[in-house]
DNA sequence: AGCAATTGTTGTCGTCAACAACAATCTTCC
DNA sequence: GGAAGATTGTTGTTGACGACAACAATTGCT
């Protein structure tokens, strides 16, 4: 029932080297997705992997992913947040902010400082090191969102933002 | 700077509880996110984990997650596929959706069957009683995606998937 | 003082993407 | 016709990640 084969049949296919076109249809093109195409779930999955994928090779050569540069990012405006917080915040589980934090502070880039007020948590803040490489880590996530600008166009990536503000 | 937002504050928050107003701000609503606005990125992520949570759950009585779906949905419209072409078509790695059909198989949804022509590949096909089941999906798939309209608006989703059109 | 809540931490579990290697099979090219 | 190279499915490993549960230390509330 489902079926809808004889899809549009854009035969631009220049033949994929492949001569097997007896039974098995290999050929990206021609394969509906059927119900997937009004799904947002599906369209934001393969987008979230794209950007993903290219934040991490723009920002590879300082080897910081997208997670820890949210996390940096977080404690540079906010010194002296709280793990707690700061978890919060970004939608963290605060267990992971803690190997995320262990990284960063082997790095140099972050220090936990015990708090005075609250013997329990730490406050956190970047380090000088961490405060100048901050900066850098910022020039090249923008390099990486004019790539997304690239990708999907100036005007829908502004009405992205937009229409997803209530998730920030 | 940034801050603000005015979330709908979901959390019930009846005073947060903890007094501690002196030297940490754990709250929230306070925290700015810095460059971390300007990102599509971190917006998309937040999205999808909401997007994720909300379909996982919406089709927990069935106990398929969202690449099962998808895995489940391309195999019914475009039934004899190869594992190949449905791992290009959704961009999931080959690898990975040896285990994806192993479940699905055993759960006597899909059925791969040896291709006369290509003695490598399998032709993959729903079971009848898979047949039946991805309409039962669907059907809740469409629930999901009422909550999503309902969650960001029904003209906003509709821009976001014209949007994203091309990941797809 | 006593009890509930919070914070950081450790640990486990399951999902997922990315690779690498392999046997069987197919295609291509000589 | 046969060797060389590519493809398909499979197995295995690695690492990031989200979700939970438990714990000690500490704090807040009453």
Redesign the interface.
Known sequence: ?????ARTDTSTSPRKRAG?G???????DE??????????????????????QD?IKTLSEVDIR?TQY?VL??I???P???Q???A??L?IERARLVHLLDSLEQRRLVKRIK????RR?H?LHLTAQGDTALARF?RL?AA??RH?EE??GKA??E???Q??????
């Open positions: 029932m489902t079926a809808s084969l097997n007896a039974a098995l249809r290999d050929d990206v394969i509906g997705l059927d119900a997937l195409v009004g799904h947002a779930g599906y369209a934001v999955r393969r987008f979230q992997l794209w950007i993903f934040f997208p949210s990012t977080v540079g405006a906010n002296g947040l709280s707690m917080a700061v919060k915040r939608g708090s005075k007020t609250d948590s406050a910022k996530a990486h969102e997304v990708k999907i829908n990536r009405q992205l933002l229409i997803l503000a209530c998730f920030t």
